[in-house]
């Protein structure tokens, strides 16, 4: 790829034009060796114009709701005048590693909607379902001018902590009426939540849902908050009915404002920006070792090894390493 048509893209990024987004996010979403210096570029490049944007992370169970949810919350902020983007991570199949990508048409609202942009990314087996390129296409989206972005998560019981650790916001999605109000939810998904948010409040469920909101404030009160300023609320509402959604975004903009009068803002960024540095160099550092033709011969007799019982996992790691150390 030459210059100039890096610039090309970088303009039709600033530009907010979708075609030129589209083929911003796919470079730097590629696993392609030949596109890892292009996309640094590009990034570089698009850096200076983001980072104005509300992160928002959004993790909950299957069936919680999720995409219907934020089908009603992007619409609402559209219809204000924001401008949304939605990173909507799929689940691969550990088999194929193909994913399912269908937010697209469980967000029947926001896929039409000309304020909105969805980006269905595979999560390529990560935990807490976020997918490898995350911090990166938040970048691109937030040069383009988003200044909401919305990133779901597979919420399939892993680790939460890699959403929570690029977000300025995490809100965890919840259900009433499944056994035990606590549903088995993890102490810390409840560490690092911002707000609990009860979904499907509605009909013959409201009363439930109302009922659940108490229980989890309580387990709420018992931990020590993150952030001595902010108590995590526990609210109920209803993406299908739009009820108590508005309420949701009141507490999303009023932690933005303590945020930032407080300081924890600009820190919780500068946070942000180490993590991805220490992402960065774990990303390169797996694509090197796998990508040297004799470090990839020797991973692929140790995994042999390994299988077979004949090398502890401690050995062959060891092995790696060395053979690592050794490339010039």
């Known amino acids: 790829m030459e210059a100039s048509e890096l610039d090309l893209i970088v303009a039709g990024v600033l530009a907010g034009d979708r075609t030129w987004i589209g083929k911003a996010v796919t470079l730097v979403e590629s696993r392609n060796k030949a596109d890892f210096d292009q996309a640094g570029m590009l990034l570089e490049m698009l850096l200076p114009h983001s980072g104005s944007s509300s992160r928002i992370g959004i993790t909950g169970a299957p069936g919680v709701g999720k995409s219907t949810f934020i089908d009603e919350l ?16 799929d689940p691969s199949s550990s088999i194929s590693g193909g994913s399912i990508l269908g937010d697209k048409t469980r967000m029947d609202r926001l896929s039409s909607n000309q304020a909105a942009f969805i980006r269905p990314s595979p999560a390529s087996g990560l935990l807490g379902g976020v997918a490898q390129k995350s911090r990166e296409t938040i970048v691109v989206l937030e040069a383009a001018g988003f200044d909401v972005v919305l990133i779901e998560t597979v919420g ?27 549903q088995g939810i993890k102490k810390g998904v409840l560490e690092i ?28 009160e018992l931990l020590t908050p993150t952030n001595p300023n902010w108590i995590p609320p526990v609210m109920t509402c209803s993406g299908l009915t739009g009820q108590g959604v508005e309420g949701v975004w009141e507490k ?43 470090i990839a011969a020797t991973i692929g007799n140790l995994e042999q090894y390994v299988n077979d019982g004949s090398m502890t996992p401690f050995n062959a790691a060891d092995r790696v390493l060395s053979a690592f150390n050794e490339i010039e």
């Open 193 to 220: 939540a911002d707000l609990l948010v009860v979904n499907k409040a509605d009909g013959e469920n409201e009363l439930r849902a109302r009922q659940a909101a108490r229980e989890y404030q309580s387990a709420i």
């Open 252 to 294: 999303i903009s009023e932690h933005r404002d303590l945020m930032i009068a407080g300081g924890d803002w600009d820190s919780r960024r500068s946070d942000q920006k180490v993590k991805w540095m220490w992402a960065l160099i774990e990303d390169r550092l797996i694509h090197r070792l796998r990508e040297d033709p004799k």
């Open 156 to 182: 399939v019981g892993q680790s939460e902590s890699q959403v929570a650790d690029m977000v300025d916001f995490f809100l965890v999605l919840l259900l009433a009426g499944a056994g035990d109000a606590l």
């Open 74 to 89: 992007g619409s609402r902020l559209t219809e204000k005048g924001h401008r949304v983007a939605v990173l909507a991570v």
